[in-house]
C-alpha cells in the first residue's frame, strides 16, 4: 500500500506552502519553477531540466518501455477580490487540516502532491521500465496545451500516456468540452447623436446578432458524455468619437464550448450565418494568444482547443481506476471536466492517452478563500505513486 510517512506529509505541506506564498501569474513563473526544480532534484530525480519555454522536466526510469507523464502547471489566475479572503491569498495558511491560498487546489497543491507522490516510487527502488516524466508547465491558465506542444513538439518529450493532476475530487476525468474564443467586429456609419438617422448604429447591429447567439445555444448539439456544447457572450465594446455620437464600430466576444462533434469551422460558421441572416456588416474570428514567457520564448496561438474524451475501457483509464481502488479502496466515477485542461493538447491534438485525477473540488478553482483538504493531497500522492508503479513497475 503507498502511504507517505509522517515525515513526508509535513514535507509535502510545506512545499505546497512555499509554492503558494511565491507568487506566479502566467509568464512570471520564474521563481516557482526554481522551487519546483530544486524539489525535484532534491527527492531523487537524476534528471532535471527547464526548457525553452519554461516547463520543468524531470525524468526517471531505464527508458526501455513506455513513457508516462504526469502533468501540472505552475501558473495561476490573479487574487480576485483580496478584501473578500478571509486567509491571506498568498498565505499559504493550514487551519484544521484545510490550506488556503491561491493556487492551493488549481494548482499549487496537486502539484505537490504529484512530486511528493513520486518520491515514493523513487524511495522504494521500484524498477521504472520505460520513461517517468514530470512536466510543471507555463501559462496553462490563458493557454492551456500550448506548453504542452512546445514540450512535445519541439522539445521531443513525447509521452505514451499522461495524467493531468487537475482537481477532480480524487474522481477519474476522461474527458472535457473544447473550448474557443470567438471576435466579432460590428461596422456602423458615424453621424451626431441628434440625428441618428443620419448613421447607421453598429450597437444595434451587434445587439441584433446577440440575439440571434442567445438562440444559437438551444440549438448546439449534444453528446451523451460530455453533455451540449455552450455559447455565451463574455465582452462588448464600442467606438466612436464621443459620447454624443453614433458608433460606426462594436466588438464583441464569444466564449464557445464544444462538444464531441463540434469543430472550429462549424462554430465559425454558426455565428456567420447571424451575421448573414441579419444583413450587418460584420466579421467573425477565432482570437489570438500572444505573450512571452519568463525565458524570453514568444508564444503565439489560435484559442481553439478541442474536446477529448477517453474510452471507459482504455488500459490507461482501467488503470487509474485500479489506482484509486488499491489506495482508497472505493471505485472512482468517471467524471468529465467542466473546463478545459492540457489534455485538450495531449488528446484532443496529439491523440496521447490521457486521463486526470486530483485531489480537491472544482468548485474552488479561482475562487475567493481558495483551499484544498491536506488529507485529500496525501491521498492524491498515493494514487500517483500506484499508478506509476503499475504502469512502468513491471
Not at 503507498?2 to 514535507?11: M, P, Q, V
Not at 505514451?160 to 473544447?178: H, K, T
Request: charge should be negative.
Amino acid at each position: 500500500m503507498w502511504r507517505l510517512t509522517s515525515t513526508d506529509r509535513e514535507a509535502l505541506t510545506a512545499f505546497a506552502q512555499r509554492l503558494i506564498r511565491t507568487p506566479s501569474p502566467s509568464t512570471q513563473e520564474k521563481a516557482v519553477a526554481e522551487l519546483v526544480a530544486a524539489e525535484l532534484r532534491k527527492i531523487g530525480f537524476p534528471e532535471v531540466w527547464v526548457d525553452r519555454i519554461g516547463n520543468v522536466v524531470a525524468r526517471a526510469g531505464d527508458g526501455n518501455g513506455p513513457s508516462l507523464l504526469f502533468n501540472a502547471h505552475m501558473d495561476t489566475v490573479e487574487v480576485n477580490e483580496p478584501g473578500a479572503w478571509t486567509h491571506a491569498p498568498l498565505g499559504g495558511e493550514v487551519e484544521n487540516g484545510i490550506l488556503y491560498g491561491r493556487g492551493a487546489v488549481d494548482m499549487k497543491g496537486p502539484l505537490a502532491a504529484m512530486v511528493y507522490g513520486l518520491k515514493m516510487v523513487l524511495d522504494a527502488g521500484v524498477p521504472l521500465h520505460g520513461n517517468l516524466y514530470v512536466a510543471a508547465v507555463v501559462q496553462e491558465e490563458p493557454c492551456e496545451g500550448y506548453a504542452m506542444r512546445v514540450l512535445v513538439e519541439e522539445e521531443g518529450v513525447v509521452p505514451d500516456m499522461v495524467v493531468l493532476c487537475e482537481p477532480s475530487n480524487l474522481q477519474l476525468a476522461v474527458g472535457q468540452r473544447g473550448r474557443m474564443e470567438m471576435r466579432v467586429t460590428v461596422r456602423g456609419v458615424a453621424a451626431h447623436s441628434s440625428m441618428p438617422e443620419q448613421g447607421e448604429n453598429a450597437i444595434y447591429r451587434a445587439a441584433r446578432i446577440i440575439f440571434g447567439v442567445e438562440l444559437l445555444s438551444s440549438q448546439l448539439a449534444v453528446d451523451s458524455i460530455l453533455g451540449q456544447g455552450s455559447v455565451a457572450v463574455t465582452h462588448i465594446e464600442s467606438s466612436a468619437s464621443s459620447r454624443n455620437a453614433i458608433p460606426d464600430r462594436c466588438v464583441f466576444y464569444i466564449d464557445r464550448r464544444l462538444t464531441l462533434g463540434e469543430t472550429e469551422a462549424r462554430a465559425l460558421a454558426e455565428i456567420q450565418a447571424i451575421i448573414t441572416r441579419e444583413q450587418a456588416r460584420a466579421s467573425v474570428e477565432v482570437t489570438e494568444y500572444q505573450a512571452t514567457s519568463y525565458t524570453g520564448y514568444p508564444c503565439r496561438a489560435k484559442a481553439y482547443f478541442p474536446a477529448w474524451l477517453m474510452p471507459e475501457d482504455h488500459p490507461l483509464v482501467r488503470a487509474g481506476t485500479r489506482a484509486v481502488e488499491k489506495t482508497l479502496d472505493y471505485r472512482p466515477r468517471l467524471i468529465r471536466w467542466l473546463f478545459s485542461t492540457d489534455g485538450a493538447y495531449t488528446m484532443g491534438v496529439a491523440g496521447i492517452p490521457t486521463i486526470g485525477i486530483g485531489p480537491g473540488e472544482v468548485t474552488q478553482a479561482h475562487a475567493v478563500d481558495e483551499h484544498v483538504r491536506l488529507e485529500d493531497l496525501y491521498h492524491a500522492a498515493s494514487i500517483y505513486a500506484a499508478l506509476a508503479a503499475d504502469l512502468l513497475g513491471g
